[in-house]
């Protein structure tokens, strides 16, 4: 208890003012910034009131039966798209004929690519027996001069190692 008696005796009047007056000056000077100010997103209309117009909600959309696009931005967009889109399928379904057609046209333009795909299986199918002939004396030609450059490399390790072990008796 002594020693909490003698450590508030320690702590002086100006330590405890000067703290307070710290305290205060964070306060007052982040309630007075200019960044820390709240401020509403900028809209395209200066009327608050205008900014939110329920009317143009629809009720079929949105939670409380409003919309759920922001009433602020434009929703001509995607309905352009939209348009485009469709006249461009209406022009291809035009141009193109009949759906039916069509799907018979790429049937049997699949069936003339895998009668291709054959043939040229059937061409490298001729070859191959060429090509592994090939294949197999350029191999047998490196595995021969491998071993010959595996037997020369033998000889001078061996040739290495007797000329050490006489160096090592003398």
Same mark, same amino acid.
């Given at each position: 208890?002594? !020693?909490?008696?003698?450590?508030?005796?320690? +702590?002086? @009047? %100006?330590?405890?003012?000067?703290?307070?007056?710290?305290?205060?000056? @964070?306060?007052?000077?982040? =309630?007075?910034?200019?960044? !820390?100010?709240?401020?509403?997103?900028?809209? #395209?209309? &200066?009327?608050?009131?205008?900014?939110?117009?329920?009317?143009?909600?629809?009720?079929?959309? $949105?939670?409380?039966?409003?919309?759920? /696009?922001?009433?602020?931005?434009?929703?001509?967009? !995607?309905?352009?798209?939209?348009? $485009?889109?469709?006249?461009?399928?209406?022009?291809? /379904?035009?141009?193109? $004929?009949? /759906?039916?057609? &069509?799907?018979?046209?790429?049937?049997?333009? *699949?069936?003339?690519?895998?009668?291709? @795909?054959?043939?040229? +299986? %059937? %061409? *490298?199918?001729?070859?191959?027996? #060429?090509?592994?002939?090939?294949?197999?004396?350029?191999? *047998?030609?490196?595995? =021969?001069? #491998?071993?010959?450059?595996?037997?020369?490399?033998?000889?001078?390790? =061996?040739?290495?190692?007797?000329?050490? !072990?006489?160096?090592?008796?003398?």
């Amino acid at each position: 208890m002594n !020693a909490l008696i003698s450590t508030i005796k320690r +702590i002086r @009047l %100006k330590q405890i003012l000067g703290l307070a007056f710290a305290s205060c000056l @964070l306060f007052v000077s982040t =309630a007075c910034s200019t960044i !820390a100010q709240a401020t509403s997103p900028p809209s #395209q209309t &200066n009327d608050p009131a205008k900014a939110y117009d329920v009317r143009d909600a629809s009720p079929a959309s $949105g939670m409380n039966n409003y919309s759920d /696009v922001d009433p602020r931005q434009g929703r001509t967009g !995607a309905a352009v798209k939209t348009k $485009g889109l469709k006249d461009t399928t209406n022009r291809n /379904v035009k141009r193109d $004929g009949d /759906v039916v057609e &069509n799907v018979k046209e790429a049937a049997d333009e *699949g069936g003339k690519n895998l009668k291709e @795909l054959g043939r040229d +299986i %059937k %061409k *490298g199918a001729r070859k191959l027996p #060429q090509k592994t002939e090939n294949a197999l004396d350029e191999a *047998g030609d490196s595995a =021969a001069s #491998q071993v010959s450059k595996l037997k020369a490399n033998l000889n001078e390790a =061996a040739n290495q190692a007797k000329r050490s !072990a006489e160096a090592t008796v003398d």
